[in-house]
């Protein structure tokens, strides 16, 4: 096979990250948008809580601002996190079928009868990644540094995804790498994640597609030595 059909065969890889940002691009913007209504409705309540202070606070017979507005201040709270885990879940779902979608364009493009489903492995991105190192051929040694961290990001998504956040007895390295990330945090005494700022899930969005944009460099780079 000469180097010119294989790299046509391969020229599909070529738009990853282009596809990636157009999938990825609207969850930013979606972030952006979510965080400024939080912050209009935080200001609101501390207007309402200050007006109330102001015409009410001197009396001691009526009911403190606190008292009035406690259950809006818990909630809203708790807003931040809600919103943050759930969209790191869609952020996590739609890596793991971009992964996957990867996976299967080269399965097509190398005709092959077997795919990423079919290879045993813990984990689903685990598998496409196996996938491409054993049945594709191609050495990811290079993007090992940044699949440890991946690991990290799949391990917080499977305590949110099934147990509301919780991690048992965490070992050192994802406390580590939980305190060293911008907007997220790990409370002690609930064993539990907080994501507390987008700019966790931005993060994550800007390393998960690079990892993705540089296993398609990786194919082709390595499908195009394969015909010198």
Known sequence: MSFRSLNKKYDFLDNTRIILDFKFDPIKAYL???EGMIITQEKE?????????KEHGQNPEIPSAFDIYEMEILNSSEFPNILNQ???LTV???FEKEFFELCEWCRKAENLKIGPKDIKEQGYIGQCRKYIIKVLNVN????????????????IR????????????PKDD?????????GISFEIEKSCIKIESIDFLKTMIDKLTDFLSETAEKIMTE???ACT
Request: proline letters at 0%; aromatic letters at 12%; a positive charge.
């Open 86 to 88: 759930s969209i790191y």
């Open 223 to 225: 499908k195009n030595k």
């Open 140 to 155: 990811l040694d290079t993007l090992n540094e940044k699949w440890t961290e991946i690991k990290k990001y799949q391990l």
């Open 174 to 182: 994802i406390l580590k790498f939980i305190e060293k990330s911008s």
């Open 45 to 53: 309540l501390d207007a309402k809580y200050d007006k109330w202070n």
């Open 158 to 169: 499977n305590s949110i995804a099934h147990n509301n956040g919780m991690i048992n007895s």
């Open 32 to 34: 952006d948008s979510s």
């Open 92 to 94: 996590y779902s739609t």
